[in-house]
């Protein structure tokens, strides 16, 4: 397979600000890196199959074969990927748009059980601590 | 006979249709679930008779040639991993139904019974296809299916488990775009057979590359460490019938795809099969001492998902026949049992208002049927004889024992001590629970299965089901030695790939 160096750069541009947004904590800036991402990972798919070649319909001057047609598969599986990204994107607005109804706040929460964790162990450090300050003037008397 | 592999996919899809027009007649969408999954659970038996007898079935999809169309393969590891599926669907439809889940009347269309035709047809899928492709594909039709269930009802808290889970996916998926592109690229090919054979002329270390990178899209999809704090985060916060489905499928069909794409497109090459064992260690270890600290039933099962997939790991990085055996008699049996084991929390969470450990306790004065079905599964996790978990463990043990490696062995200390952890996760659950004076009932604020939580009487078909479930593993432990024999045959099969290359390309 021959690659374009065009291609290969942006696709190499959607992986990185794709990335650089999933990271972030906004839940519309990882829906959008996600859309980057995909869109990167889609023209890779497209570009797997090689440069573009000549128009499929269209005979070659000279009436030479259409040999150098570019291969449908990756073009095929291109458009079913597109679909499918597309589809699950609209449900992940459609789940920003109805936390954002629920929280009033744009921002990937935490895990409430892990918080949970955390803070019954604060809690019983500080049980200990005191325990072990109320024991002391017992063990001096 | 080969009308029967594409049935599993298509049949589902269609009465997942038909149950959108019956939406208004519940009855007869409750009645037609079941009669597609029953129906499928029926082709996938035979299919699985017919696959041991004949070897591989395939199906070329649209008659397009092999290469180029879609091949539908089913082979005896494919068959045997429908059949308990099929199997587990069934049981957990029961559940749900029985629960009520299914239709509670708060959405304008009861979108629970397609979602979950949906679901059925992805996992078939997902085992049935020979194509690389297609498996995104097949991936994509269960875990759309699966967002909408973990989101059912929108509720705070499942819509905020539902993004991480979402967005987990969804990176997942786009990796694997990504690296079916690279092996298209690479080979020319994205048919699993095709590429088998092509893929030896390309150079050993984009080999390895695209190896390594097939085994992180699908150890987020199984849940591998350090790709697994998705699973325990997202999984507790779905109604139960939709958890323990999650739990005993999606995973597994991770799972699945490592394995076949680990034995059929690459053979181990490099390293690949120490650094499945190094994960099956630090899976098995992490996921574990995560259930010892969690103080909710829901938490500690899903985090022993996360652990027991190393036990899967552990067969497949051997190599071996009897490794490869183990991971696949393993897998049934955690499909069946890990599934039980939330069905069972279900019930607990039902009568207790809560699946808080600290909250809950002396269950087994108040409904000791519940802790006879709650005991059963939860031993045989643990590896307690004579239950299926001990049958299936001692296959991988002794597997990587034979092996002999410093690695193997050191995986098998780590499988032994993962189960003796398992015991003291799955006993902490029970002494908090079902020992102990009994607890006031105090239904958590926004509990998942928000349908009349907390009262006395269970309907009588959420206890069958889950019968049925816990009688399920206890089948595995009857037929473990026929089991065994078609787990070996399968591996053969995985091992030497010349029957699946010529069943597909002819």
Redesign the interface.
């Known amino acids: ?1 021959t ?1 374009n160096l065009t291609i290969a750069v942006v696709i190499g541009v959607l992986y990185t600000v794709g990335t650089y947004l ?1 990271l972030q904590r906004t ?1 519309t800036r ?1 829906v959008l890196g ?1 859309g980057l ?2 869109h ?3 023209l ?6 090689g440069r573009a070649g000549d128009a499929p319909f269209v005979t070659p001057k000279g009436g030479a074969t259409l040999t150098e047609t570019a291969d449908p ?2 073009q095929a ?1 291109v458009l ?2 597109i679909v ?2 597309f ?3 609209a ?2 607005l459609a ?2 748009y ?2 954002w109804l ?2 009033r706040a744009d921002e ?2 935490d ?4 918080r949970r ?1 955390q803070r ?1 162990g604060a809690e019983e450090e500080a049980r200990r601590a005191a325990a072990a300050l109320q024991r002391r003037p017992e063990d001096e008397a | 006979m080969r009308v029967l592999v594409p049935l599993p996919v298509v049949l589902p899809l269609i009465a997942a249709g038909l149950s959108i027009v019956l939406a208004r007649r519940r009855l007869l969408q409750r009645l037609l679930s079941m009669v597609t999954l029953a129906v499928t659970f029926g082709a996938s038996c035979v299919l699985l008779a017919l696959v041991d007898r004949d070897g591989a079935q395939v199906v070329q999809l649209g008659a397009w040639e092999a290469p180029i169309g879609i091949s539908l393969v089913a082979d005896r590891l494919s068959a045997l991993l429908l059949v308990v599926s099929q199997a587990v669907l069934l049981a957990v439809l029961l559940y749900a139904v029985g629960q009520g889940i299914a239709e509670s009347g708060r959405w304008p269309v009861d979108i629970f019974h397609a979602c979950y035709l949906v679901l059925a047809a992805g996992v078939s899928m997902a085992f049935l296809t020979g194509d690389l492709f297609n498996l995104f594909v097949a991936f994509e039709v269960m875990l759309v299916a699966s967002y909408v269930l973990l989101t059912l009802g929108g509720g705070a808290a499942q819509v905020r488990a539902g993004m991480t889970y979402v967005v987990v996916s969804l990176l997942s998926s786009v990796l694997l775009v990504s690296v079916v592109g690279l092996v298209y690229a690479a080979t020319g090919t994205v048919n699993m057979a095709d590429v088998a054979v092509r893929i030896q002329d390309v150079p050993e270390g984009l080999r390895l590359a695209l190896g390594l990178t097939m085994l992180v899209v699908f150890g987020i999809k199984a849940a591998v460490f350090p790709l697994f704090s998705w699973l325990p985060d997202s999984y507790p916060t779905a109604p139960s019938p939709v958890t323990a489905v999650f739990a005993g499928l999606l995973t597994k069909v991770g799972v699945y795809a490592i394995i076949r794409t680990q034995t059929l497109l690459f053979t181990g090459e490099g390293a690949t099969g120490q650094v499945l064992l190094v994960f099956a260690v630090l899976t098995m270890l992490v996921g574990i001492l995560g259930a010892l600290v969690q103080d909710d039933l829901k938490r500690v099962l899903s985090f022993t998902i996360v652990s027991h997939i190393g036990y899967m790991l552990l067969g497949l990085g051997l190599f071996s026949v009897a490794g490869l055996a183990g991971a696949i008699v393993y897998t049934v049996h955690h499909i069946v049992v890990q599934t039980t084991l939330f069905l069972v929390a279900g019930l607990v969470e039902r009568r207790e208002g809560t699946a808080s450990l600290l909250r809950s306790g002396g269950l087994a004065k108040l409904a000791p049927f519940t802790a006879v079905l709650y005991l059963v599964p939860a031993l045989s996790l643990a590896g307690i004889p004579p239950l299926s978990g001990f049958v299936a463990k001692v296959g991988l043990l002794q597997a990587g024992l034979a092996d002999g490696g410093v690695l193997p062995v050191v995986a098998v200390a780590a499988a032994v001590l993962t189960s003796l952890l398992t015991l003291y996760a799955v006993v902490r659950v029970w002494v908090a629970v079902f020992w102990g004076p009994v607890a006031e009932v105090v239904p958590d604020a926004d509990v998942s299965d928000a349908i009349d939580v907390g009262v006395a009487r269970t309907p009588p078909l959420m206890v069958l089901a889950s019968t049925v479930a816990v009688l399920g593993g206890l089948l595995i432990t009857v037929v473990a030695g026929p089991l065994y024999g078609l787990a070996e045959r399968a591996a053969d099969d995985l091992v030497d790939r010349r029957g699946y290359v010529t069943a597909v390309l002819g």
């Open positions: 397979v690659a999933l839940l990882i996600l991402l995909a990167g990972a889609n890779l798919l497209l570009h797997s199959g598969l990756p599986m079913t990927a499918i990204t589809g699950v994107t449900f992940l789940l920003a109805r936390s629920l929280t990937v929460q895990d409430v059980e892990d964790v019954l």
